[in-house]
């Protein structure tokens, strides 16, 4: 957003106290945007695209996902359909996935020992081998990459941090600049045409306006994900029970390993750790992945779960599912020997903070309320592109020759060192984004200095 003095009568001039905190509201706008528009694009666009990563990857992968339904046709047994994977691409079936419907393929991970880990997907009414993919390898898998920033590192979790940070300090500086002050063009309406700055002006501060409180939404939602504030928070929210929820008790050996590393899993299971089945001493032999499965079924998992497979003698059968209905999902570890589960938990199993942070996550993915909320989320996603598109042209419009275009400096400096109070404050609830903050003031005295010195030389 930038000066809403554009078109107004300037018979009576602002207060010079109003004037200044304008002014330096503007100024960490203009910053605020500097830094997070390249990311706020990347992610709206990928993020529009993932809203519909079922049906993408449905028509991209069709030869691999789809399959006839036969009704009356037997599916064969899910060991028969590993074993048709591994004759395919020999390795070690890790993990099976249960058809999601009747026109679903099955999904066989199996580690091999040059090509890393594959999905091998499988026809379930005849065992046909329809062909594999590098595991995560679909197109809806590349594109949830590229949003999370995951192709960069993992330093980019920090990275993701700071532009949530940030993008919710421009929408709190944008609701400012946007505020009528008794004018009554451009607050819901445009002016001008594409020609003249005001259209743009207009066009990007009536968007904000709209779109504003989805994108501090879904900044705030998208924050579990983040490597600080997401971690620590996860801690607090689901104690230090082996990173399970409070009120599942844990009353069964556990390992070192956790769920996140074997299985995509919620937000609040991401430290969970992985329980371990007791060795019996009489040589009971492991119940097979049938039986598993067959208990999975009886206790009422949601189709399409997968099924970790165990790789040692104290490893358990991990049948998993997170479907768009929050209240469906569910994990269950079951003893590899006797079938009994360990551990079973849903999602009424979680504290309050993980319920609506989980919440969150569902409806910031898509996933809560339908078709409704995927077209929702797409308008706006498509509204933030608009916004960082008009705020460019505006910039490109109102910038001086040769010059970045920084918004003035307010004439009373006490002004400015209490707007950058408030927002330290800010930067408390999110130290990354605080010490971004950091970074940001020590650039701007920078600036400044160099703009004093440019006037001095003239």
Request: hydrophobic share 45%; net charge positive; proline share 6%.
């Amino acid at each position: 957003m930038t000066d809403l003095s554009i078109g107004r009568a300037r018979a009576v001039p602002a207060a010079p106290a109003a004037s200044d905190l304008y002014r330096a509201v503007w100024r960490w706008h203009f910053y605020a945007g500097l830094l997070v528009l390249p990311f706020l694009i990347s992610l709206a666009i990928t993020g529009g695209l993932y809203l519909f990563r079922d049906e993408i990857d449905g028509l991209v992968h069709a030869d691999l996902k789809r399959v006839e339904a036969r009704q009356d046709a037997a599916r064969v047994a899910p060991s028969a359909m590993v074993a048709a994977a591994l004759a395919a691409q020999p390795g070690t079936a890790v993990k099976f996935t249960d058809p999601a419907t009747p026109t679903s393929s099955a999904e066989i991970t199996v580690a091999t020992e040059s090509q890393g880990k594959r999905a091998v997907y499988v026809d379930p009414y005849d065992g046909r081998v329809l062909g594999s993919l590098p595991d995560r390898g679909t197109i809806m898998w590349t594109i949830r990459s590229l949003h999370s920033l995951k192709y960069f590192g993992s330093v980019t979790r920090a990275v993701i941090e700071i532009a949530a940070g940030w993008a919710m300090l421009l929408v709190a500086t944008g609701l400012y600049l946007w505020w009528p002050r008794g004018r009554s063009g451009g607050v819901v309406s445009l002016r001008g045409t594409p020609a003249r700055r005001v259209f743009w002006r207009d066009l990007h501060a009536v968007t904000g306006l709209f779109v504003g409180g989805v994108i501090i939404f879904l900044a705030l939602t998208g924050m579990p994900w983040s490597g600080v504030w997401g971690a620590k928070v996860n801690e607090w929210a689901n104690g230090n029970n082996f990173g399970y929820p409070a009120g599942v008790r844990v009353a069964v050996p556990m390992s070192d390993e956790h769920l996140d590393h074997l299985a995509k899993t919620s937000w609040s299971l991401e430290q969970a750790q992985m329980p371990q089945s007791p060795v019996h001493d009489h040589g009971m032999a492991p119940i097979g992945l049938d039986r598993a499965v067959a208990i999975l079924d009886s206790l009422g998992l949601h189709r399409g779960y997968a099924v970790n497979l165990p790789s040692q003698p104290t490893g358990v059968y991990t049948g998993s599912v997170y479907p768009d209905d929050l209240s469906r999902q569910r994990v269950v570890h079951l003893d590899q020997y006797s079938g009994k589960p360990l551990i079973d938990m849903t999602y009424a199993d979680y504290g309050p903070l993980g319920k609506a942070l989980e919440w969150g996550i569902n409806v910031h993915m898509g996933q809560e309320f339908g078709l409704a909320n995927q077209l929702v989320l797409l308008a706006a996603c498509m509204a933030i592109v608009l916004l960082c598109l008009s705020a460019a042209v505006m910039w490109w419009k109102r910038r001086p020759k040769g010059g970045l275009g920084v918004p003035p400096m307010p004439a009373d400096a006490r002004i400015f060192r209490g707007l950058i109070a408030l927002m330290a404050l800010f930067g408390l609830l999110f130290p990354l984004t605080g010490l971004s903050l950091l970074v940001m003031l020590a650039l701007d005295q920078i600036v400044q200095r160099f703009g004093r010195r440019a006037r001095a030389q003239r």
